[in-house]
């Protein structure tokens, strides 16, 4: 009884929100902020998405019909199998101009039909309302030139609105409308209803009939040579001040030419002022750079909904189901892949946050302060965002459930850092200064709590020790038990986890936070008993001879984690009967019992120390890491540094028998970047390794520059990871525009403030 109680109460603990002011209740979240991020492209899942930030919006998208193998296919939601040769933004600029509430907005289609097999393109816009409102159908869709009413509606938030079409080629337009509120189905139901009128007419046709009360209107535009297509809403269209002749005028045709051009331009000029001042990258290179930034900025996504979170081990609900949900909440972030993960990552947003702060502080701080709204009540934050139906339409069933035991790298801090640092001060505004201490100063109970999750439920057994917790001891199956929560899965720990490890990763990740939290304080002149322990704190982190005495291996000068390890380990095939069938399965055999030792394997987890500047310059340990970076056989590779060296018992080793290696070798942009970071700090401090340091980070900076650059060009997209060997081919999910996306502050030689 009293357990059940005590477990009950954890759990609903688990679901509340921290008792703390919200982040996005701030006034500068309100007002002209608010509407000039109304409207955006906030549907990084689909190939053209539309929608507002509000949790019931409507929301406006493309499709079109393409031929694969003979056959055709609809493209709407991003897919690697669709086989673009390229998609994605080349430049993006994500904020809006207001004109009544959240502003009208245009979309041009240039379409040319050259490449189509029949020799006509079909192109499917689509409007729809998710709160289930009715849209009207124009009175009348003609062939015709000149501007034409498509649709009509009302919505709470922008009041009465129209949708207009104009070109000035001869288009034939079809339509088709229906009533649904699940929206993560639309290319179905456009699918069904063109391969059902396909079979009666022969033609690849929207019936042009509606539902009664559609609530999604579908307009179909066929082209047989080329066609430029302007889209126009017009919010608050009840205003007749100026006219909507006007307003139509300004956002098509020659007005709508000039704009974008002037928009382009602009984009250009900031994107040189932000990240190129220098004139440091070639011309080549400059626009790979901007495609990088605009797929990062254009793949920000404003998503609505529940986490599924999960239910201690043994406890179902009356229904069934093994979890509990979270309380419904937006989520604004930027998303790593809009192919693959088009959805937030609580690590990965550290990463997009270094490169957008710098861009536009605003979206930052609203990008931030979202995710500072996701802190439980005991001060954790769910790692995977897994918000509405068309998210959780991309999951598979065994990544949905959130565990409120696991953690994931704090790296919001490592952009908060910057703000907070003062080293920065000097290129805001006095405006955007007063907004980030505001931002700061209601931020800071809330990365407290964070802070104090981390420190309460990831310590180790000895104080100023840390492991990531939740990992499975009890696995056959894993060569090396997974660590998710760390960010690197399947990155080689301890073989047998147990609460005597530690993480060498975690501690520094630790410390991060604790001087983050420290300069924070030191911002706003904050000096209290809680502040003073946080520098102790931070004091003890940095302090050298205990980082040693825990991690270094004194041999190689490498940083390693410490548990329950043996390196003699192997995965062996069984044949299992079951039922009738036979089954092979795969169990984990130790050769040699574990104990208690450094965990040797070098890799990205042996650099951490080093990448957030923990070694004193002067220390022969830097030299040692200078040796595991530069050396061929361990990390260096021409295309950046390999996550794990090759002399380790698990490089690319497969992990069970269906995961392939994925942090056991290829290179990763955000731990190189961190690398690099490091590299560069080093080259400017004193001491005996200061030119060794600064040769080191040339080389890899240019390596890594040459290979997304090529890469690019030779494919048309960034990747999740880069293979070490077969000449640093592009690996993983494509269309990764996440982290990779650092690339720009690579180019810019921009790193973040992690040294005091
Ligand atoms: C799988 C498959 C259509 C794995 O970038 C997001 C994360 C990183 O945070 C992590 O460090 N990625 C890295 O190791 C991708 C994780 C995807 C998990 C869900 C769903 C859907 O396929």
Redesign the pocket.
């Known amino acids: 009884e009293a357990e059940g109680a005590a477990t009950l109460r954890t759990v609903m603990r688990s679901i509340t929100p921290l008792p703390a002011p919200r982040m996005m209740d701030l006034p500068q979240f309100q007002g002209d902020h608010k509407e000039s991020l109304y409207w955006g492209t906030y549907r990084p899942n689909v190939y053209l998405g539309i929608r507002s930030r509000t949790p019931l919006s409507l929301i406006a998208g493309l499709m079109w019909i393409g031929l694969k193998n003979g056959q055709y296919f609809l493209r709407h939601v991003c897919q690697d199998s669709d086989e673009l040769s390229s998609y994605g933004w080349t430049a993006h600029n994500e904020k809006g101009e207001g004109s009544g509430y959240g502003g009208d907005w245009a979309v041009r289609l240039d379409a040319n039909s050259e490449r189509s097999s029949d020799g006509t393109t079909h192109l499917f816009f689509y409007i729809a309302d998710e709160q289930g409102k009715l849209i009207a159908m124009g009175s009348h869709v003609p062939s015709s030139r000149g501007p034409v009413l498509l649709a009509s509606g009302s919505h709470e938030e922008i009041g009465d609105w129209e949708l207009y079409l104009r070109s000035e080629d001869n288009l034939e337009i079809h339509r088709a409308g229906f009533k649904s509120t699940s929206m993560h189905n639309l290319s179905d139901l456009v699918q069904q209803a063109v391969a059902t009128n396909a079979m009666q007419t022969g033609n690849l046709n929207l019936p042009d009939m509606t539902e009664d009360s559609s609530n999604i209107m579908i307009y179909q535009v066929s082209i047989k040579t080329t066609a430029q297509i302007d889209i126009v809403f017009l919010s608050g269209s009840a205003s007749k001040n100026p006219t909507i002749e006007d307003r139509i005028s300004k956002l098509t045709g020659p007005m709508l030419s000039t704009r974008l051009e002037s928009k382009r331009k602009e984009f250009d000029e900031r994107y040189d002022k932000i990240f190129n001042a220098n004139n440091k990258i070639d011309s080549k290179e400059l626009s790979v750079g901007r495609a990088a930034l605009s797929n990062l900025l254009g793949g920000i996504g404003y998503f609505y909904g529940q986490s599924k979170i999960a239910l201690p081990k043994g406890f179902t609900q009356k229904n069934g189901d093994k979890y509990i949900p979270y309380w419904p909440a937006a989520l604004y972030t930027a998303v ?2 809009r192919s ?2 088009p959805r937030g ?1 609580l ?2 947003e550290g990463f997009h946050q270094l490169v957008i702060w710098r861009w536009d502080v605003h979206i930052s701080m609203d990008i931030i302060g979202h995710w500072l709204d996701l802190l439980n009540s005991d001060g954790w934050i769910p790692r ?1 965002q897994i918000l509405g139906a068309e998210a959780l339409s ?3 069933e065994e ?1 949905v459930l959130q565990y409120p035991s696991n953690g994931n790298p704090p790296t919001l801090f490592l952009a908060i850092r910057d703000f907070a640092s003062g080293i920065h001060a000097k290129q805001f505004s006095d405006d955007e200064a007063k907004k980030i201490s505001t931002f700061l100063e209601r931020a800071y109970i809330r990365l407290n709590s964070w802070f104090q999750w981390f420190n309460s439920t990831q310590s180790g057994k000895y104080e100023g020790t840390f492991y990531w917790h939740g990992r499975d001891n009890t696995t056959t199956r894993e060569l090396n038990p997974k660590t998710l929560t760390s ?3 399947d990155y080689p720990r301890a073989s047998h986890p147990n609460d005597e490890e530690r993480h060498v990763d975690l501690r520094c990740w630790m410390l991060l936070a604790t001087n983050c939290i420290r300069s924070i304080a030191e911002f706003l002149k904050m000096d209290s008993a809680l502040e003073k322990d946080y520098y102790k704190m931070s004091n003890q982190l940095s302090d050298f001879g205990t980082l040693n005495k825990f991690h270094l291996d004194d041999k190689t000068g490498a940083y390693f984690d410490y548990g329950n390890h043996t390196e003699k380990v192997r995965l062996r095939w069984y044949d299992v009967q079951d039922k009738d069938t036979m089954r092979r399965e795969l169990l984990r055999e130790t050769l040699q019992p574990p104990q208690l030792q450094l965990v040797p394997h070098v890799g990205y987890v042996s650099l951490f120390p080093f990448m957030m500047g923990a070694i004193p310059p002067e220390s022969w340990v830097l030299d040692k890491q200078l040796d595991l970076i530069s050396n061929t056989s361990i990390l260096w590779t021409d295309y950046g540094l390999r996550s794990l060296s090759r002399t380790s018992s698990v490089y690319m080793k497969r992990n069970t028998e269906h995961d392939p290696p ?2 056991r070798g290829a290179i990763w942009i955000n731990m190189n970047y961190m690398t690099l970071s490091a590299l560069h700090h080093y080259a400017h401090e004193d001491g005996p390794y200061k030119v060794r340091a600064g040769e080191l980070y040339d080389k890899l900076r240019s390596n890594l520059i040459r290979n997304i650059v090529q890469n690019y060009h030779e494919t048309g997209f960034f990747w ?1 990871n880069y293979d070490q060997k077969n000449k640093g081919k592009g690996k993983g999910a494509r269309s990764f525009t ?1 982290w990779t996306s650092l690339l720009v502050l690579i180019m810019a030689e921009s790193y973040p403030t992690l040294h005091r």
Do not use: A
Request: glycine share 10%; no cysteine; net charge negative.
């Open positions: 790593p892949s693959f993960f990552f690590w990965d995977e991309k999951v598979p990544f960010g690197l899965d994925y942090w999740e996440g």
